[in-house]
């Protein structure tokens, strides 16, 4: 069930924990409006932090990219799958433990951040911590899984599949979790999202009482926000669209669904059912024989608002989701 918020978002809520690719920026380019939105929000007293499962970029690199995009950005306002990743690392082993370092430049500061020693994969260690590294060699990976598998302790910065770059889209660091996984029968403790230890690290460092968790995908940013019992945006820059949407189980539904980041700065209603439609404004969904229709003339957010909840409803009925495939989605006005 999507919920309603009579005031802005950003009067509801203290902090924004604001994924970045496809939230923010798309590869190296903003997203239309974001900077302005993201001022909007701050300047009516909204935290506002940024946060990535990309383990190789440090912070720094993080924050110059956000303010070459007009999002005004320092160090302290990003947190990175890595920094999580050196927090559980020095949570369970204390300062000045030796770490098996399998990555970037990202990985192996934020092991230093935290007073951790990061070491080769032939040296004493405690544990291995693993990331996206371009620059990791593949007899490297062979070594450090055959300790992992022999009982050496492993934290994987993140799972995803896959990675944008500028030849496309390619294999993530997920893909080396995989690999090392199933050779070793051995499952990574994982600091992203959907993982909790990033979304706690973020709410530590950033201090927020109320925050809203803001992404692009279901898998990841939203399955992570009922990780840790927080509500969420889902905004419709990025991967996940209208099939995604209306297939979402429920531990992927997010509390509130925008446009974009001008979401934060409105106040968000929530439809109502109406026999077997659900309504909003002049926009009415329903899931006759398992096709979605909509009618109605009226605000883009608002079409959203009504497929989700008339998907939902339907998903939770028959088990399966609604055909939306006839459907034309309204343009962002
Ligand atoms: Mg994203």
Same mark, same amino acid.
């Given at each position: ?136 060699? %593949? ?14 302790? %492993? ?56 925050? @809203? ?22 905004? @419709?820059?990025?991967?996940?669209? @209208? ?68 998907? %939902?409803? %339907? ?19």
């Amino acid at each position: 069930m999507l919920s309603s918020s009579s005031s802005a978002l950003c009067d509801a809520y203290d902090l924004a924990m604001l994924d970045l690719d496809g939230v923010v920026y798309v590869g190296p380019d903003a997203v239309p409006g974001a900077a302005g939105h993201l001022a909007a929000a701050r300047d009516r007293g909204m935290g506002v932090a940024f946060i990535t499962n990309n383990a190789s970029r440090p912070p720094e690199a993080v924050a110059t990219h956000l303010s070459e995009l007009d999002v005004p950005a320092t160090v302290d306002d990003v947190v990175t799958s890595a920094q999580a990743a050196a927090a559980v690392l020095a949570e369970r082993l204390g300062e000045g433990a030796r770490v098996v370092l399998l990555g970037g430049l990202g990985l192996e500061m934020a092991l230093a951040e935290r007073g951790l020693q990061a070491v080769g994969v032939e040296d004493e260690a405690e544990a291995v911590v693993s990331g996206y590294g371009p620059d990791v060699r %593949w007899g490297d990976i062979m070594r450090a899984a055959v300790r992992i598998r022999d009982g050496l302790w %492993w934290v994987a910065s993140n799972t995803d599949g896959t990675i944008p770059t500028p030849f496309g889209v390619a294999p993530g660091h997920g893909v080396l979790v995989d690999t090392v996984r199933r050779f070793s029968s051995v499952e990574p403790v994982v600091a992203g999202k959907p993982a909790r230890p990033l979304l706690d690290e973020t709410v530590r460092r950033m201090g927020g009482e109320r925050p @809203l968790m803001v992404g692009d995908r279901l898998d990841t940013d939203i399955a992570g926000a009922h990780q840790v019992g927080i509500d969420s945006l889902l905004v @419709l820059t990025g991967v996940s669209g @209208l099939a995604e949407l209306v297939a979402a189980r429920r531990d992927e539904r997010p509390t509130y669904v925008g446009l974009d980041l001008r979401a934060l700065t409105e106040p968000q209603p929530a439809p109502e059912q109406d026999g077997g439609a659900w309504v909003l404004g002049d926009q009415r969904a329903e899931v006759v024989d398992g096709t979605m229709r909509v009618t109605g003339e009226g605000e883009p957010a608002d079409w959203w608002r009504v497929v989700a909840a008339a998907g %939902w409803a %339907w998903l939770d009925e028959t088990g399966e989701a609604a055909d939306t495939s006839g459907l034309a989605v309204p343009a962002a006005s």
